[in-house]
């Protein structure tokens, strides 16, 4: 990502969530150690709003 992560940008944190809710690895997304903690941050926040889902038990 380019810039500062914003939790209110819904959209681009979608990218980073799996279907299930659950935050994609670093290795899936190709995210360098800080910007894969800033976007960490951001997804908790964007789910503290209930912006983004939390993560889902699987069945």
Same mark, same amino acid.
């Given at each position: 990502?380019?810039?500062? @992560?914003?939790?209110? #940008?819904?959209? $681009?944190? %979608?990218?980073?969530?799996?279907?299930?809710?659950?935050? =994609?690895?670093?290795? @899936?997304?190709?995210? #360098?150690?800080? $910007?894969? %903690?800033?976007?960490?941050?951001?997804?908790?926040?964007? =789910?503290?709003?209930?912006?983004?889902?939390?993560?889902?038990?699987?069945?």
């Amino acid at each position: 990502m380019d810039g500062p @992560v914003d939790w209110k #940008d819904v959209a $681009a944190l %979608r990218t980073f969530v799996s279907d299930r809710g659950k935050i =994609r690895a670093r290795r @899936v997304t190709g995210l #360098d150690p800080e $910007a894969h %903690r800033q976007v960490a941050r951001a997804i908790k926040n964007a =789910r503290e709003m209930a912006l983004l889902p939390y993560p889902t038990k699987g069945r």
